[in-house]
């Protein structure tokens, strides 16, 4: 098991940047996959990035080049770093952990990107 606390959201103009952070209750060193989802009003969860325990990262087409995901397996976290927002990119992020097979989720951060 293991619990996930994002934080980081808030709200920013167009062009801007934020950082979102996802904290894991445990060691994340085992974990071999992480990452990030989000989810606007009235649409589908939408996969946004992911990386394994070695490093290697996996970005959605719509965020290819401006988001930038990372891990440090010594402070149990991963995070997010968006440049170049765009009010697409508002949205409920979530952090998510693959152990065991098993998928956990964290409650969600709010990002809104305004024009």
């Known amino acids: 098991q293991v619990q996930l606390v994002e934080s980081g959201g808030g709200l920013v103009q167009v062009g801007g940047s934020l950082r979102l952070s996802c904290a894991a209750s445990?060691?994340?060193?085992?974990?071999?996959?992480m990452g990030w989802y989000r989810q606007s009003p009235g649409k589908q969860r939408e996969w946004v990035a992911s990386i394994t325990n070695s490093g290697s990262t996996n970005y959605a087409n719509s965020v290819k080049g401006r988001f930038t995901i990372s891990r440090d397996n010594a402070k149990n976290s991963v995070y997010l770093q968006m440049n170049s927002l765009k009010p697409d990119d508002t949205a409920v992020y979530y952090c998510?952990?693959?152990?065991?097979?098993?998928?956990?989720w964290g409650q969600g951060t709010q990002v809104t990107v305004s024009s």
């Open positions: 998510y952990a693959v152990l065991n097979v098993l998928s956990h």
């Open positions: 445990r060691s994340i060193f085992g974990i071999n996959v």
